[in-house]
Structures are given as C-alpha cells and as structure tokens.
C-alpha cells in the first residue's frame, strides 16, 4: 500500500458516501460515490449498497477509514498527556462504569495526547465494519464521523454542524487539537446534506470530567445557537476544505464532489491514505468485560441411587483355603 492511496467512507442510516484517493495523477481525489440504502435494518441491503459504492471506486484495493457516528453517539475530549498505559486502562474502565462509555479513542495532536470518549453502539460499530469487509473493502478501520471531518477542516473551524441526511444531523465544538465535544442534532427544516461552521468566539476547550447528556446537549445547544444558528444561510455552498495543506478545489452543491457532500468521506479518506498530518489516530479500543465468578462447565451431573450400597464379598484365593484345611487337620 502506498502513501497517499486510500478510501473513506460516510456511512448513515440511508446513504453510503465514498472517495478514493489516489497517489498517481495531480488531482488526489480519483473517484466519488454515494449510493442510497434501501433498507437501513437489513445487512443484505448494506452490503448491496457497499458493493456498488466500491464498484464504482473502481474495485482498488486501499487502506479504508469507515466514519460513523449514529443518532444520539456522543463524543467528548478528556486529557490524557503524560499517562502510561496502566493509567489509561485506570481510565478506560473508569469511564465504563461511571459513564457506560465502552468505546475510546487516542488522539495524538503536537505534543498533546488525547482521550475520545464515544457514548455510541461499540457493537453497532464492529457490526458495521464486518459488512464493510464482507463488501470487498480492505484493511477496515471505524472511526467517528466528526473526527475523520476534522482532518480536512480550516484551522478556523471553531463551530461544526454536519447535515449528513433526512434523519442525522450532528454539531460540535472545535480547536486545532480535533474535535472537543459534539452531540447528535434534530435536522428540522435545514438542507442535506450540508456544512456550516464559524469561528467561536466561545466555545467548549477543555473538559475534566465526562458530561451527561443534558449538561452536553445544553452547553452545545447555546454555542450553535450563538454561532451557526445566527448566520445568514442555513450552509455554506462551498466551503474551503484542505487535502494535506492543498486546498480543495470548490463545486457546485449538486456535484458528488462538492465539499458539503464529501467532507467527512474525503477526511476519512485522508486518513486511511497517511496524509492526516497534524491528526492522527492512535487507537481505538473497548474495555474487556470481567469474567463472571461462576462460568458454565462442561460436565454433567448424575443423580446419585438412594439404595444402600451391598456390602461385595470376597472369594478366597486357592492358597488361603489350603491354609484353612492345614489348620483344621492339624487340630485334630
């Protein structure tokens, strides 16, 4: 596999977004698809969807980053610079039990390393690469939608909302680091799919602790809404996006290649191909469960008779009964 060769996809409930990069030829960008998904609850359906987005890629094998972030995932950016490894599984498994959170995510950002806490479907997530592998796509790795989006960013990216379709829609606090918190949004009457995002004159920069839920949905809530939700247009027609420091060439809406269309597909693309530059992705890992006390056995138990045991009674040997006749002779 070569440096700058890789694919990205986009993958939501009801449309599967892909890019090839490729190393040859000035343009990076060889190819774009996006296929709609008939029938987002069966896995024959998905695979289909797949099969024909990579045909349409032209059936190159390349490193391939799945971004996926489903409705109500939660993301939120704790951390974790200077900890060793035993102190980020202390992490790790303080977060499944306090939080629930199953699924992080390193970060490693200039001289800062960061810990991504997912509140999504880890088992959704591996479900979802499976059918990716099963559809021809190699070397598969899942990653979240905001992340992957945030490679190919402006650096002035302060605020991002992502209306990828009809039923999901997410937002997100930024900095140069990578994304710091972001939540699923309802999409109401706004355009998809589509890109927004401002410079934040305030935003959220740093958290030390894991938020619930409401405190996120309502901390979010007042920064898009003092930020993106104020703004003129409901999306940007042509955002400027960069591939590896190159700007991204702009395009009209309707155009697969439009950013508004591609943008987290094209950053998971970057990603897979190794031109992520000042974002790259560590790991990703789910706690192990502990091993419950009692584990079934493989034996079985049979009910013991409740009759007495017969006392066996012994024949004796040829020898002992010559002894017994020798002994009664010589007492008469």
Do not use: C
């Amino acid at each position: 596999m070569r440096r700058g060769d890789g694919i990205g996809l986009e993958v939501g409930p009801t449309v599967v977004r892909a890019v090839r990069l490729s190393a040859d030829g000035a343009d990076p960008v060889a190819a774009v698809s996006e296929v709609v998904i008939a029938r987002p609850d069966d896995n024959s359906t998905i695979v289909d969807a797949l099969v024909r987005a990579r045909g349409q890629l032209g059936l190159v094998d390349a490193p391939t980053r799945l971004a996926w972030f489903p409705q109500g995932a939660t993301l939120q950016r704790l951390d974790a610079t200077g900890r060793s490894g035993t102190e980020l599984n202390e992490m790790r498994h303080d977060l499944a039990e306090r939080h629930d959170i199953g699924s992080t995510m390193l970060i490693d950002a200039a001289a800062r390393r960061w810990m991504i806490t997912l509140g999504w479907d880890h088992a959704g997530a591996w479900r979802l690469q499976e059918l990716v592998e099963r559809a021809g796509f190699v070397d598969v790795e899942v990653e979240p939608a905001p992340v992957a989006a945030q490679r190919v960013l402006p650096r002035e990216a302060g605020v991002v909302r992502r209306d990828a379709e009809p039923a999901l829609s997410w937002a997100g606090s930024y900095d140069e680091a990578g994304p710091v918190a972001v939540i699923t949004v309802p999409i109401g009457s706004r355009e998809h799919p589509g890109l927004a995002m401002a410079p934040a004159a305030v935003g959220l920069h740093h958290l030390d602790d894991v938020l619930a839920d409401p405190e996120l949905a309502a901390a979010l809530g007042r920064i898009v809404g003092t930020t993106l939700d104020q703004r003129s247009g409901p999306s940007e027609p042509n955002v400027s996006l960069r591939i590896a420091d190159t700007p991204y060439p702009p395009f009209p809406p309707h155009d697969l290649r439009a950013a508004r269309r591609i943008v987290v597909a094209l950053g998971a693309a970057v990603g897979a191909a190794g031109l992520a530059g000042r974002l790259r992705s560590v790991d990703v890992l789910a706690p192990t469960a502990q091993i419950p006390d009692m584990m079934p056995r493989p034996w079985a138990i049979e009910q013991v008779s409740t009759e007495a045991p017969v006392a066996e009674r012994s024949t004796p040997t040829p020898m002992q009964q010559l002894r017994v006749r020798l002994g009664a002779f010589i007492k008469r």
